[in-house]
């Protein structure tokens, strides 16, 4: 299996607990090793086989903007279930 690799995904959002950390944007920096078979991509140089990186960066920086959250352990796990359920990615 390959790796499709994001590297400080830089993402700004309202994230905390406490009362002063939900008035203000914070950075969140995330780093990805996302499993993908890249053989069939690669062989039909098609950009439809293709992990895009532009696109699951897009999609997560949406799902982590849309509404405020508490937890990092949060976002790791909203980011888990976006990458299998609407990437396909296995690991």
């Known amino acids: 299996m ?6 400080q995904l830089a993402i700004e959002t309202v ?3 406490y009362e002063w ?3 203000l944007n914070q950075t969140l920096l ?3 090793d996302m499993a ?5 991509a690669a062989a039909s140089d098609a950009y ?3 992990l895009c990186y532009e696109t699951v960066s897009n999609r997560l920086t949406a ?3 849309e509404k405020p959250i508490e937890l990092i352990e949060t976002v790791a796990e909203m980011i ?3 990458l299998q359920e609407e990437f396909n990615v296995p690991w």
């Not at 993908?36 to 069939?40: I, K, Q, T």
């Open 2 to 7: 390959d790796k499709v690799l994001i590297r």
């Open 15 to 17: 994230i905390g607990i």
């Open 21 to 23: 950390e939900k008035k």
């Open 30 to 32: 995330i780093d990805l």
């Open 36 to 40: 993908w078979d890249n053989r069939l």
């Open 48 to 50: 439809e086989h293709a």
């Open 63 to 65: 799902l982590i903007t």
């Open 80 to 82: 888990a279930q976006c």
